[in-house]
């Protein structure tokens, strides 16, 4: 009997906590930022499915990127979330705002999720890192990495965003990580990677959009 490559990965996750001896509860850990983060998948009217990465912020809300989801919302067939300790369910777009690429969806309550620890201190260079990803759609994959740039404006394509890099490359499925210190404070969410002109990935250059741009986000109508 095959075993789907998904749910292998996140059941040596979960053995993984219980060997550890990690527990739930209001103290953020590794294990919290395991099951805050979750799996998304957009299929596409014309059967496409896209995937990427999102986190719980609190009992209902789920925050990702905005570039998961096509420009025309109508050609979405349908979105489902998931984590670890979460049924799939079927989330509502609450609000999305392209020129910074972030997206909040709304799902019914998940129990034991209070809000989640924003960090309120300033990114520095060679600071660690640490989010797990939806790498290529296969569930989710646990990375550790370092600031490589500070907070600052980048042009990127036709906008310019307020953002941070980190040394890890974000794969297909990575969008929409969240990423966070050696606190296990919330500090900003896996956007976008380089790439040099011949298409290729620069390596050690990953964008993060960090929490000041969130938490405005959050707070805006």
Do not use: W
Not at 65 to 76: G, M, R, T, Y
Not at 100 to 128: C, G, P, Q, W
Request: aromatic content about 12%.
């Amino acid at each position: 009997m095959s075993i789907n490559k998904k749910h292998l990965i996140i059941a040596i996750c979960i053995i993984f906590f219980s060997i550890t001896g990690c527990k739930r509860g209001n103290e953020s850990n590794l294990e919290d930022i395991f099951f805050r983060t979750v799996t998304i998948t957009i299929e596409s009217t014309d059967n496409k499915k896209y995937h990427g990465t999102g986190v719980i912020i609190d009992n209902n809300s789920i925050l990702t990127v905005a570039h998961l989801f096509p420009e025309e919302i109508d050609s979405i067939k349908s979105v489902s979330v998931r984590s670890a300790d979460m049924d799939i369910q079927t989330p509502e777009i609450e609000k999305i705002d392209r020129n910074i690429d972030l997206a909040l969806l709304k799902v019914s309550s998940i129990s034991d999720y209070e809000r989640i620890d924003f960090s309120n201190e300033n990114v520095a260079y060679s600071d660690n890192v640490m989010f797990f990803g939806n790498t290529n759609g296969y569930g989710l994959v646990y990375r550790e990495g370092y600031v490589t740039k500070h907070q600052t404006m980048f042009q990127y394509g036709e906008s310019e965003r307020n953002v941070f890099f980190i040394s890890n490359t974000v794969n297909m499925g990575d969008s929409g990580s969240p990423v966070f210190d050696n606190d296990y404070d919330f500090i900003g969410i896996l956007s976008f990677k380089l790439n040099s002109n011949y298409g290729q990935p620069i390596y050690e250059f990953s964008a993060v959009i960090p929490v000041d741009v969130v938490l405005n986000f959050l707070s805006s109508k």
